[in-house]
Each structure stands twice: as structure tokens, then as C-alpha cells.
């Protein structure tokens, strides 16, 4: 007997659908490494180095740290090999970043005493704690003098900080650089592997947990985390109760017709609607019909300044629930449609009302579904950016939209959200080069939370499942 | 056909009267004119070939049919006197009183305990104590209890197949029912929880009525009391189980029982 060979044995079907998953795999993977590398890598205390350079150019030493190798073309079709400088000193010594021909550079030497400031502007300064021609003894007790000063005041709190370091350049000039301005400072050439590495993590600490500074360039992205968190729980804490009595009423109320069948398939097209559309319907709708009769309604003493007909927290939120709304109802009808006709009747031959066979029978059994659901909901909440640019996110807010006071959560307030914090810092930033690695670790913070926010759903699920499993299947 | 003689019994040891149902689903009659009269603390098996209605019949008694759209039900049942076809019949209370095992178990993904107890707590009883009596009270008129008195919170899908039908069936009568339908209880099962349901059917009906479905004319033959068979939507005959196995009034019902066809 022959045996079927190539696409009739099914060979061809296995190696396509094990390439394809490997290739899905393989990008995931490169994504996050990519996300990763760049972002996070940003937060590892580089190596400083005092660069000189080629007469010719007339450029004068500089305190650097390399970030990337290029190669450009140059006019007269040749190429140049080059080599991206971190100089910071924006204010001092702009541009912060700068592209120097290899070719040019002449030496590079990693000085003890170099040492990178993080500031409350300007961004960091790079520079070395002593004069880079005095002799070495003068040099290092220079430096170990004006690097205790500056723990001893950085231990107290910044209005507390009178004095000034002297910071040097490579070319020899110093400048006083008031310790009240400093966040942080490192001296990354005297450091060993441990001081790295918690220095490493405490920078990753603190860009996860404070608020931006300098146009979002600087500092963390904890608003932006907190007020994404907080929308994608609001609009889950709507959508799912919304989607479920809708999912309820078409699989069980509705008579089973050519109008629910219509109702059905625009429901499904609901979810292909682009989401600016929803943003627009969102602004249209929720902020200045709703939002503005709950204004004249209720807040008429506070107009013409608008309480809620104006973007916000909750806007977002139901703009969001909307559009995910189709996604929820999908999912759920799908797994009531799953449940066995024989537990229904099982139930109803109990002498159980229609009601309570849903209440007591098939909700429960559809309770993995409607968190399938969630979780696609999330994770297409999550990561839209579009129609909240409209309906109540800001680049920077003043105030997170939960804190201390009356009524706590401020429903009315604009926030910050990651996905436009991303957009925000990769094209309206006016320092391109300083905010690169921070879209970076945004969006790998953004990838991570959507999975954390699924994973948590995704165990859930797999809790009730557990809980009346077959052991024969 | 319908001059074919079938049993009458006295109206104080009857169930269920059956007149004229016929019975199509969306047109295509699926029982046509049955009458008949079900004794009351009885066995009474309905046999006959795949698709003669026997599930049908059984189905109108608890209007289970209500629930298949384009049903339509004729003719009159009533329970104990009682039309159980009129609009106004509560149904929830009318399945209360008839309770019905499917052919295929269907426990709920539940615990064993709350299994039984589902019926009573629909019913509003929800104090522990007079549910742990009533649910082994079921369980052991179920024949189930010695077997699951240790595992009453383990859920109910970690059973047996013969072990969630005894289950079912003491759901059923733990919301104690007059009447009990099972249609084609012991068709999924294995010889031996065929065996165990056979017997448990036997002394349930001291206390039930019970109507039992089966195409296995050897199972009719062991537990019922009386036996009808149906053929293609019709009520061929119906007479006492013995009478009928032994000395067949009808051509069709001696074809079937001889194994000529079905
Ligand atoms: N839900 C239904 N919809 C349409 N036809 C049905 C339905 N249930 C049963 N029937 C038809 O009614 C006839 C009797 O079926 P049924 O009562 O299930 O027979 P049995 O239980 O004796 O095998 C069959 O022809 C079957 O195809
Ligand atoms: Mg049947």
C-alpha cells in the first residue's frame, strides 16, 4: 500500500501551522526583547567617558557616554562612519546629543571621578567632580570630598540644600551646580556590578512610581499608569454587566427572528467601527448632551465653567465600555450557546422558572465566557489611544482622578493615560533623542500591564472552570 | 386502530388520561390521536421503534414541549382530573408534580448535595437541617446514598454514568413528585447500573406512578406493570405487560415484539 505523501498526508498542514505559530512566537518575543533592550536598557548607569577630538574639528573634550553606532551617508556618496554622543548639560553645552564622525574621535578615558546628575530641569548633567588636568592625588581627594557633600546633601530634603558643587568639564571649565536641584547622582566608572544594579532598579522604581517632569521627557509615568489602570477597571466594571444582560437578552429573550438575527450582525459590526468614530460619538454624546444637561441640570451655579460636559475620567470610560461593548456581548452569547440544552431542561423539569434556571444554572456555566469576554474587552480598552484623545485624556494632569479628597474617585477630571503618553512623548516631544528610551519602557510597561491585567482574568477563569470539572473530560 | 381495545381503569387508579393528543412539530405530526389512561401507582413502559413518539408523549406530560418553537400540542391530558394543557396551567407547579429523567444524565456542575437539594431550595426550603434530611432521604430512596454519604460536597460530574442517573432520579424525587417519567433512562448506562436502575424503578413505584420509556422490550418486559406501543405517531396498543408480550392483539405490535422490524 502507498502511503499518502506531501499535502494528502497532512505533512504540509502541520509545518504550515507550526511555522506560523513559531513566527507569531518569534515576533512577540522580539517585540518585548526590542521594548526591553532599549527601554529598560536606558535605566542602566552608562559608562562615562572624557572624549577628545581630531583639532580639526575644533570640538573641545567632552564628558559622553556612547549610545549607538551609524553609518551615514554623506553628499559626495561616500559613507562616514559615526557614533551618537549622550552629553547632556542642555543647558550649558547644547545640543544634548550629538553625532560625531568616528573618524574624529581621538581618545576616550573612563575618569573615576565622572559623574551624571540627575536634575529637576534641564535635564542630566554629566560632567567629572575634579579639574581633569590637576595630578591625581589633588584629583581624588577632590572628588571624594565633593561626592560626600553631595550625599550627605541629598540625604536632606531639597529646600533644605544650600550648597553647590562644582562640576568640571573635560576642557577644564567649572560651574557651580546648586545641590537643590538634584534628583539623583551616580558615578557610574567607580561603581561595581551590585552598586549598578540597585541603582539599575531604584531608577526603574522611580520612573514606575513619580509623575513626569520637563514636558514628560524626565521623571516617571505614574499618573499615566494609574489613570490607564483606572479606566480600563471603569469601563470593565460597565461593560460587563451591560454586555451580559444584552448577551442574556438576545440568546434568551429576544424571539429568534430576522430582527434579532439583524440585531446580532450589527452588533458584530459594532466592533470594526474605527475607534476615533466612538471618540467622536463619545465627545458628541457623553461630553456635551449628557455632560452638558448634567451641567445645566445640577452644577448651574458653577457654568459657564463646565463640570462634566467637559472631557473626563468618566467619559473616557464609557466611550470605552461602548466600544468594547460588541466584543462582550459576542463573547458571552457565544458560551451561553455552548451550554447543554439538557442542563436547561434539566432545571426547568425541576419545576424552575426561566429566570431562575439562568440565575442559578446557565449564568454560572457562562461565567467563563463573560470573563473571556473581559478580558478581550481589556485588552482592546487598554490599548486604545485614539477616541480618548478626544473624551478625556490630557498630556499632563495636574491632579490624579483618585486621592484624598471628597469625593475621592473625581470622575469629572481629565487624566493621563499611557498609550497617549507614548504618542505624546514619541512625536510632540521637543528632545527626540532623550524621550526615545522612554517610549520604550512606556510601551513595554503598557504590553506588560495589559498582561497583567489579563493574566489576572485569564486565572479567574481558569479558577471557575476548575471548580466542577469533569475528570472524564 | 383506534378500535383496538385499551385498558380502563377506575378514575381513583388513574394518573394521567390522554385523549386525542396529537401532537406536529412545525406541521409534521408527530403523534396523531393517542388516548389513553395511565394507573396510578404503576409501571407503565411506552415501547416501540426509534422516532414513534414515545419522548413526544412523555415530553406533553410536563409540557416540556412548550419549550421546542413551532410545537403544536391537540387534544387533552389531564392529571388527577385536572387539564394540564389549558393556557392557564401554571407549568413550573405542573413539573413539580410530574418529574422526569432524561436518557442522557444531566447533573448539574454542582455538588452532589446541591444537586438534590436544587428542587427544594427553588421551592423556598432553605433551612440546613430539613435539607440535609430531605436530600438523604432522596439519595437513599435513590438507592444512591451508601454510595456518595462521603462525597456529598464533591461535585456531582466526578460520579459514575450509573451513579448521576440514581442522582438524577433522586433529584427528581426530592421535590417529591405524584408522577415520575424516564425517558430511556438505562440507555446510556452499562449493564450493571441498568440492572441497578431496573430494580430502583421497581420500588419506587410503591410510592410513584411512573412512566417509563424504553426501545429495549426486554427492559419493559422486567419492570412494567403495563406497557403501550406506539408505532409512527399512533398508540397501537396498550394492555398489560404480560398480555402483551405473550398474546399480541395487533399484526405491528407481534412484528415488533418478534423483531420483524425496529
Ligand atoms: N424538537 C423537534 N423538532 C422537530 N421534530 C421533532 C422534534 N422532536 C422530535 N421530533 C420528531 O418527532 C418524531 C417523534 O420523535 P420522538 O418523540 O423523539 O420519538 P422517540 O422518542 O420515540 O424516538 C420524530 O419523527 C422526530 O423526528
Ligand atoms: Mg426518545
Redesign the pocket.
Known amino acids: 500500500m502507498k502511503t499518502p505523501s506531501g499535502w494528502r498526508s497532512g505533512d504540509g498542514a502541520l509545518w504550515l501551522s507550526t511555522g506560523a505559530v513559531t513566527l507569531t512566537l518569534l515576533l512577540t518575543v522580539t517585540l518585548l526583547v526590542l521594548l526591553g533592550r532599549v527601554g529598560f536598557g536606558h535605566f542602566w548607569p552608562e559608562p562615562l567617558a572624557t572624549f577628545t577630538f581630531d583639532p580639526a574639528t575644533e570640538q573641545t573634550p567632552l564628558v559622553a557616554a556612547r549610545r549607538e553606532h551609524g553609518t551615514f551617508a554623506l553628499a559626495d556618496g561616500g559613507k562616514e562612519a559615526r557614533t551618537l554622543l549622550r552629553t547632556g548639560n542642555r543647558d550649558t553645552a547644547a545640543p544634548d546629543f550629538r553625532w560625531i564622525a568616528n573618524a574624529s574621535l581621538r581618545s576616550a578615558h573612563f575618569d573615576p571621578a565622572a559623574i551624571e546628575i540627575e536634575r529637576r530641569s534641564w535635564g542630566p548633567a554629566l560632567g567629572l567632580l575634579a579639574p581633569p588636568e590637576a595630578p591625581a592625588a589633588n584629583r581624588a581627594s577632590l572628588a571624594a570630598r565633593q561626592w560626600a557633600r553631595l550625599e550627605e546633601a541629598l540625604a536632606l530634603p531639597s529646600q533644605a540644600r544650600t550648597v553647590s558643587l562644582t562640576l568640571y568639564g573635560a576642557d577644564g571649565s567649572a560651574r557651580p551646580l546648586p545641590l537643590a536641584e538634584v534628583v539623583r547622582a551616580w558615578r557610574p566608572n567607580a561603581m561595581d556590578l551590585g552598586e549598578k544594579l540597585s541603582l539599575y532598579f531604584s531608577r526603574i522604581g522611580a520612573f514606575i512610581s513619580e509623575p513626569p517632569r520637563e514636558a514628560n521627557t524626565e521623571g516617571g509615568i505614574f499618573p499615566a499608569l494609574f489613570g490607564t489602570v483606572l479606566m480600563v477597571m471603569l469601563m470593565t466594571v460597565v461593560v460587563t454587566p451591560i454586555g451580559v444582560v444584552a448577551a442574556l437578552y438576545l440568546h434568551e429573550y429576544a424571539p429568534q427572528g430576522p430582527l434579532t438575527q439583524t440585531l446580532r450582525i450589527a452588533v458584530n459590526n459594532l466592533a470594526g467601527v474605527p475607534s476615533i468614530v466612538y471618540g467622536v460619538f463619545g465627545l458628541g454624546f457623553f461630553v456635551y448632551l449628557v455632560g452638558g444637561s448634567l451641567d445645566s441640570a445640577f452644577f448651574a451655579d458653577a457654568l459657564p465653567a463646565p463640570t462634566f460636559g467637559t472631557p473626563g475620567l468618566l467619559w473616557a470610560s464609557l466611550t470605552l465600555a461602548l466600544l468594547t461593548l460588541p466584543v462582550m456581548i459576542v463573547a458571552t452569547e457565544e458560551g451561553l450557546s455552548r451550554i447543554p440544552r439538557q442542563l436547561r431542561e434539566a432545571s426547568l423539569a425541576l419545576g424552575a422558572t426561566h429566570f431562575e434556571t439562568l440565575r442559578y444554572v446557565i449564568l454560572p456555566q457562562a461565567l467563563p465566557a463573560v470573563l473571556t469576554g473581559v478580558i478581550l474587552a481589556v485588552a482592546r480598552g487598554a490599548g486604545e489611544v485614539a477616541p480618548l484623545m478626544l473624551v478625556g485624556v490630557v498630556k499632563l494632569a495636574p491632579e490624579l482622578p483618585l486621592d484624598g479628597t471628597f469625593p475621592f474617585l473625581h470622575l469629572d477630571r481629565q487624566f493621563m493615560h499611557l498609550g497617549f503618553h507614548i504618542y505624546d512623548l514619541a512625536f510632540q516631544s521637543p528632545n527626540v533623542e532623550a524621550a526615545r528610551p522612554l517610549v520604550y519602557a512606556s510601551a513595554l510597561l503598557l504590553v506588560l500591564m495589559i498582561v497583567l491585567l489579563n493574566l489576572g482574568a485569564v486565572l479567574l477563569r481558569a479558577y471557575l472552570r476548575g471548580r466542577h470539572r469533569d475528570p472524564l473530560g | 386502530m383506534n378500535d383496538m381495545p385499551t385498558l380502563a381503569f377506575d378514575p381513583a387508579d388513574s394518573c394521567l388520561n390522554v385523549e386525542q393528543l396529537s401532537?406536529s412539530?412545525?406541521g409534521?405530526a408527530?403523534?396523531r390521536e393517542v388516548s389513553l389512561t395511565v394507573p396510578r401507582h404503576r409501571v407503565t413502559a411506552?415501547i416501540?421503534?426509534?422516532?414513534?413518539?414515545?419522548?413526544?408523549?412523555?415530553?406533553s406530560f410536563n409540557r416540556m414541549?412548550d419549550l421546542?418553537r413551532?410545537?403544536e400540542v391537540m387534544g387533552q391530558i389531564r392529571l388527577f382530573g385536572e387539564d394540564i394543557l389549558a393556557p392557564e396551567v401554571d407549568v413550573t407547579a405542573l413539573r413539580r408534580r410530574i418529574g422526569m429523567v432524561f436518557q442522557q444524565p444531566n447533573p448539574f456542575p454542582m455538588s452532589v448535595f446541591d444537586n438534590v437539594a436544587y428542587g427544594l431550595r427553588l421551592q423556598g426550603l432553605s433551612d440546613q437541617r430539613a435539607l440535609e434530611r430531605e436530600v438523604e432521604w432522596a439519595l437513599r430512596s435513590a438507592a444512591l446514598w451508601d454510595e456518595v454519604k462521603d462525597r456529598l460536597e464533591a461535585s456531582a460530574l466526578t460520579l459514575s454514568g450509573g451513579q448521576q442517573q440514581r442522582l438524577v432520579i433522586a433529584r427528581a424525587i426530592a421535590i417529591r413528585p405524584e408522577v415520575l417519567l424516564l425517558?430511556?433512562p438505562a440507555s446510556a448506562l452499562d449493564p450493571i447500573s441498568t440492572l441497578k436502575i431496573e430494580e430502583l424503578i421497581g420500588q419506587l413505584a410503591e410510592a410513584y406512578s411512573i412512566i417509563v420509556?424504553t426501545?429495549n422490550m426486554q427492559q419493559a418486559a422486567r419492570v412494567s406493570d403495563y406497557t403501550a406501543f406506539?408505532y409512527l405517531?399512533e398508540l397501537v396498543e396498550f394492555s398489560a405487560t404480560d398480555d402483551l408480550f405473550t398474546r399480541p392483539q395487533a399484526r405491528q405490535t407481534e412484528d415488533y415484539i418478534t423483531g420483524r422490524y425496529g
Open positions: 401532537v412539530y412545525d409534521k408527530a403523534l411506552f416501540g421503534p426509534s422516532g414513534c413518539g414515545k419522548s413526544t408523549l412523555l415530553r414541549n421546542i413551532g410545537v425517558d430511556e420509556v426501545h406506539l405517531g
